[in-house]
C-alpha cells in the first residue's frame, strides 16, 4: 500500500449497515489481501443514541497500536446528521456525501464533485464528492437496505486509487458473508454500481 | 457501574460469532443502559489468520480516548490456541475458558472452576473459570452456532455483578438483532444457559 497507514469511517443512522461495511474490509484484507493489519471498531453510547451510527476501521503496514480514527483519510457520510464528522477529515482526504439525505453543506465552495468545505472549525483540505448512494440503492436496485454495499463500492474504488486492496477482494468478502447466492449477487451488484458512481465522478 | 472503565474480549476461531457476541454488548448498553460509552473493536490482518478470532470491548462511565483492550477484566476463551491472550488479563479480573476446545492449561494450580494460572511470562493473578460453553450450545441445544450466545451468557453474569448492565438489556439486544420468533427464543435460551452455567460454578 501507499500509505503507511489509511482510516476509513462510513457514518450515516441506525439500519444503514454502516457496521457491516466495515467489518468487510476487514475480512477481505485478512482473506485475500497480503501483509496488512485492519482494526475495525465502532462507538456505542449516549452519542450514539439519536439514530447516528458510525464504523471507522485503520489499515496498516504494520501493527496497529492506536486504533482509534483520528483523521480519516476517506469519509461516507450518508446523512445530515453525520456532516458533524466531516471537519475531522485528514488534510488531502475524501469525503463522499450522499446527495439524497446529505442536503445542507454550509461553504461549499464548489459544486457537484469538487471543492472544499468550511465549518465554524475552518476550511476542509479534503476532495468533495456528492454521489446518489441511497439513490441508487432504492432506485436503481430497489432495496434501500443495501446502501451500505453502494457505499462500499464506493470505498473500494478509493482503495483501488491508494493501491490498498483490490476490489475484486471485496466482492469475495461480500459473496462469503452471503451463504444465500441471490442476496450475495444483490449485495455485489449494489457494490459494482457503487464503485462506477464513484469511477465516473469528476475528481479520480 | 462499580468501575471506571471494564474491558472484556472474547477469543476462539472464526465462526464462532464472537464478533456478534461483543456487538450486542454495545447494543445493549446504547439502548438499554444510562449514561455508559462502550466502543467494540475487532482486529483482522495477519495475526487473524489460521482461524483465530477475538472481538473487544471497552466500557467506560467516561468518553474513550483509548478504545484498545490493554489489560481485559474479563476474557472468555474458547479455543486453545486463543490460550495465548490470557496473560494479558488484569491482575484481579477474570478468564472463562471452554471446558471441550480448552484441553491444555500449563500451570493451573487448581481445578475446574478456581485458582490460577502461570506461563512463562508468570503468574497469572484471575479467577479462573472452565465451563461447558460449546458442550452447552452443540449437545443441549443442538446447536454448535449458539457457541457465542453461551459465552454471551457467561458474560452478562459477570456484568450483573459488576453492576455495569443487566442481562435483561442483553436478552432485549438479542430479540432486536434476530427478527425470526424461533431464532431470537433459541438464541436467548443459549444465552440464558450461559447465565447459568456460570451463575452455579464454584467461583461466583
Same mark, same amino acid.
Do not use: H, W
Given at each position: 500500500m501507499a500509505a503507511e497507514r489509511y482510516e476509513i469511517r462510513i457514518a450515516g443512522s441506525g439500519g444503514q449497515g454502516v457496521i457491516l461495511a466495515t467489518e468487510l474490509i476487514g475480512q477481505a484484507i485478512t482473506l485475500?489481501?497480503?501483509?496488512?493489519?485492519? &482494526?475495525? +471498531?465502532? /462507538?456505542?453510547? #449516549? *452519542?450514539?443514541?439519536?439514530?447516528? %451510527?458510525? !464504523? *471507522? &476501521? &485503520?489499515?496498516?503496514? *504494520?501493527?496497529?497500536?492506536? #486504533?482509534?480514527?483520528? !483523521?480519516p483519510n476517506l469519509q461516507v457520510i450518508l446523512t445530515q446528521a453525520a456532516v458533524e464528522y466531516a471537519p475531522d477529515t485528514a488534510h488531502?482526504?475524501?469525503i463522499v456525501y450522499d446527495d439524497f439525505?446529505?442536503?445542507?453543506? #454550509?461553504?461549499? %465552495? +464548489?459544486?457537484?464533485?469538487?471543492? +472544499? &468545505?468550511?465549518? %465554524?472549525?475552518?476550511?476542509?483540505? !479534503?476532495r468533495i464528492y456528492t454521489l446518489p448512494i441511497v439513490r441508487t440503492a432504492r432506485d436503481k436496485l430497489e432495496r434501500e437496505i443495501v446502501?451500505?454495499?453502494? /457505499?462500499?463500492?464506493?470505498?473500494?474504488?478509493?482503495?483501488?486509487?491508494?493501491?490498498?486492496a483490490s476490489s475484486d477482494s471485496l466482492r469475495k468478502a461480500i459473496a462469503d458473508h452471503f451463504p444465500a447466492a441471490k442476496i450475495a449477487e444483490l449485495n455485489i451488484q449494489a457494490f459494482n454500481e457503487g464503485y462506477e458512481?464513484?469511477?465516473? %465522478?469528476p475528481l479520480p
Open positions: 485475500y489481501e497480503e501483509g496488512l493489519y485492519v &482494526v475495525q +471498531s465502532q /462507538a456505542y453510547g #449516549p *452519542e450514539a443514541r439519536g439514530g447516528k %451510527s458510525k !464504523a *471507522e &476501521v &485503520v489499515i496498516s503496514s *504494520e501493527p496497529i497500536d492506536y #486504533p482509534k480514527v483520528m !483523521a488531502g482526504g475524501r439525505f446529505v442536503t445542507d453543506l #454550509p461553504g461549499v %465552495s +464548489s459544486g457537484y464533485g469538487g471543492g +472544499s &468545505v468550511e465549518d %465554524s472549525r475552518g476550511r476542509i483540505d !479534503a446502501t451500505n454495499m453502494v /457505499a462500499l463500492g464506493c470505498v473500494a474504488r478509493v482503495l483501488d486509487l491508494e493501491k490498498i458512481i464513484f469511477r465516473q %465522478s
